[in-house]
């Protein structure tokens, strides 16, 4: 049985030539609005075919950063992922129950701790991280060539870095005070 297809629905020529029209970007939007909804498309797609992996953007982004710099502490992890001390700790306590991730003392400041990946895991997160990636790249793939890809990658931690240094001392600034002045209200 054949599906009856709509005039304009998004399965004939003039209902996709809408869509496309309807998906067109105005030359004013920011950096910030074009990158919050590559983001968030970019998030979806990683749901969609990485659910299996049952390991979130975020704890992926915990994972990569860990297995790259063994032994990080919290702080420098936070700041790092760009995000609040209490937010990481939740993810890492979630990451440690999974028998993923340690802490260890420091040696010479016992009050400090270092991430770790547990032995167990490196081999599994490897693997993780490897898939992830490859994700990563067959989705930009869709839409950039390589030569493109790697020229965004160099861009995106260029203005990553410079951003970065121009935040302020406490990673939130305004943000934190905002928030908090709204919650009380």
């Known amino acids: ?53 049952d390991v979130s953007p975020g704890a992926f982004g915990v994972l990569a950063i860990v297995w790259a710099n063994p032994g990080i502490q919290h702080g420098e992890l936070a700041q790092a992922l760009a995000i609040r001390g209490p937010n990481l700790t939740k993810l890492v306590d979630l990451l440690v129950r999974r028998g993923w991730m340690e802490r260890r003392k420091v040696k010479n400041d016992g009050r400090t701790a270092g991430h770790y990946l547990t032995a167990q895991a490196r081999a599994k997160v490897q693997s993780v991280l490897a898939e992830g990636v490859a994700h990563d790249e067959r989705m930009t793939a869709s839409a950039l ?8 990658l160099k861009l995106l931690a260029k203005l990553a870095r410079g951003l970065a240094a121009s935040a ?14 709204k919650r009380a209200s």
């Open 168 to 181: 302020t001392v406490d990673g939130g600034g305004a943000f934190k005070r905002r928030t908090r002045r």
């Open 1 to 53: 049985m054949r599906m009856r297809v709509e005039p304009g629905s998004s399965r004939t020529k003039r209902g996709r030539e809408r869509a496309a029209r309807a998906v067109r970007f105005a030359p004013e939007q920011t950096v910030g609005q074009l990158s919050r909804l590559v983001q968030v498309r970019l998030y979806q797609l990683y749901y969609e075919r990485l659910a299996h992996l």
């Open 145 to 152: 060539s390589a030569g493109e890809r790697k020229t965004l």
